[in-house]
Nanobody, 125 residues
Framework: QVQLVESGGGLVQAGDSLRLSCTASGRTFSNYVISWFRQTPGKERQFVAGISRNVGRTYYADSVKGRFTISRDNAKNTVYLQMNSLKSEDTAVYYC??????????????????WGQGTQVTVSA
């Protein structure tokens, strides 16, 4: 089983920046599609950003385009989510997810095989 561990969450003010990290186990990390999801109470987990396994192409939810950047360092088995210009609506538990099978960036949570424990991001207005 692939293990994913998120870190970097915290309490910040609107307009601030935060960088989340997701470190994964496995010797074939470079072949994993890795995405970030977020979830608020009473709502479904929603897609935030994803990065492909081959050439590192990225895809972002409309709500975070221009503000968030996803990247990966395969040598460190780590994916990052740089979050700039944070807004109160970005407040959520952020999860790292891995798809080791499809090779595509899926937009639905059920398309992913493994999940981290989540890290809380709180943005005060």
């Amino acid at each position: 089983q692939v293990q994913l561990v998120e870190s970097g969450g915290g309490l910040v003010q609107a307009g601030d920046s935060l960088r989340l990290s997701c470190t994964a186990s496995g010797r074939t990390f470079s072949n994993y599609v890795i995405s970030w999801f977020r979830q608020t109470p009473g709502k479904e987990r929603q897609f935030v950003a994803g990065i492909s396994r081959n050439v590192g192409r990225t895809y972002y939810a409309d709500s975070v385009k221009g503000r968030f950047t996803i990247s990966r360092d395969n040598a460190k088995n780590t994916v990052y989510l740089q979050m700039n210009s944070l807004k109160s609506e970005d407040t959520a538990v952020y999860y790292c997810a891995a798809d080791i099978t499809s090779g595509r960036i899926g937009l639905r949570s059920y398309e992913y095989d493994y999940w981290g424990q989540g890290t809380q991001v709180t943005v005060s207005a």
